[in-house]
């Protein structure tokens, strides 16, 4: 159980270019899901709280013009990143918060690898 | 303001070695949840354990341990009977309970295991 799901893994794009990144909670509900950026070899850093049928909470620093998030129902969240520079490379990660059971943990689904060229 | 903190940023041990994972949090609250994820060089963050702030009982699981210690502020995680399976950067993280429903995990920087054949 608590799987959730990235959909690209890996996507090359120009610069310039609007990319979409989807993540999915597949056996649960998620009414939050988060939004992380990962540069290599750091540590993942928190962009955005997505919460289902409300507007996202974006991290300080984070231009939310720039990473449009969309939170439509309880299985799935998107990132979009908007008129994507090299400097928006990075590895994005999802993470849905499971309430249910003993837990109440974050899962976090396999990433996202964005290179802008 | 909460931080963790993860001083060791590379170790490396032959197999079957006992290691362990140093981590020290900071945090205002008294009520928190403190957790371990490994994320293997395919990108996925997968739990490991959630412990909250109440419950100081150290844990076991199979090769995997824990020691919680609200003395120091640590929670440790020590590997027993290494395998080159276990390479991998491990992160630990804290969240507050100041925001019910929508805690906001902080990572610290990650520790590299590699595991020696």
New interface residues.
């Given amino acids: 159980g608590?799987v959730v799901s990235q959909h690209p893994s890996r996507v090359i794009c120009k610069s310039g270019t609007s990319v979409k990144i989807e993540c999915r909670s597949l056996d649960f509900q998620a009414?939050?899901m988060?939004w992380y950026r990962q540069f290599p070899?750091?540590?993942?850093m928190?962009m955005a709280?997505s919460?289902e049928g409300s507007k996202a909470?974006y991290e300080q620093g984070v231009e939310k013009d720039k990473f449009l998030i969309n939170h439509a129902s309880l299985t799935l969240s998107t990132l979009t990143v908007t008129s994507a520079h090299p400097e928006d490379s990075s590895?994005y990660?999802c993470?849905a918060?499971d309430?249910t059971g003993y837990?109440?943990?974050?899962?976090?689904?396999?990433?996202t690898?964005l290179t802008v060229l | 303001a909460q931080k963790v903190t993860q001083a060791q940023t590379e170790i490396s041990v032959v197999e079957k070695e006992d290691v362990t994972l140093d981590c020290v949090y900071e945090t205002r609250d008294t009520t928190y949840y403190l957790f371990w994820y490994k994320q293997p060089p395919s990108g996925e963050l997968v739990f490991l354990i959630r412990r909250n702030s109440f419950d100081e009982q150290n844990e076991i699981s199979g090769r995997y341990s824990w020691n919680f210690q609200k003395s120091t502020s640590s929670f440790n995680f020590t590997i027993t009977a290494s395998q080159v399976v276990d390479s991998a950067v491990y992160f630990c993280a804290l969240s507050e309970d100041e925001n019910f429903g929508n805690e906001k995990l902080t990572f610290g920087t990650g520790t590299r295991l590699t595991i020696i054949p």
């Fill in positions: 608590a009414t939050t988060f070899k750091k540590s993942l928190l709280t919460n909470t590895f990660i993470s918060r309430p837990t109440d943990t974050q899962y976090f689904g396999p990433g690898r």
